[in-house]
Nanobody
């Protein structure tokens, strides 16, 4: 079965950095576009960053541009989100999503919490 397992979340001080990882299994990773989303209780889930299946193109929500970087290593079946200059507003549960490029299927990870606080 398909599994997406996020890791790397935790508590960090404002201005600090975290690197999230999402390890995929049970799918042909190179056939999936990958993305990171985040959600705060009571709010809609927000698309943060996305990357095409071959890693050639990336997109970011305006609020994280210049601070976050999404990347992928298809040989390791893993997508990353490097988060720098973290702000309190970045506090959320971060979710990894895999979207198939041929059949429209998609999968979600279980989420990893990120808390930015003094």
């Amino acid at each position: 079965q398909v599994q997406l397992v996020e890791s790397g979340g935790g508590l960090v001080q404002p201005g600090g950095s975290l690197r999230l990882s999402c390890a995929a299994s049970g799918l042909t990773f190179s056939r999936y576009a990958m993305s990171w989303h985040r959600q705060t209780p009571g709010k809609e889930r927000e698309l943060v960053a996305s990357i095409t299946s071959a890693g050639g193109n990336t997109n970011y929500v305006d609020s994280v541009k210049g601070r976050f970087t999404i990347s992928r290593d298809n040989a390791k079946n893993t997508v990353y989100l490097q988060m720098n200059s973290l702000k309190a507003e970045d506090t959320a549960v971060y979710y990894c999503k895999a979207a198939g490029i041929y059949y429209g299927n998609f999968y979600w990870g279980q989420g990893t919490p990120v808390t930015v606080s003094s």
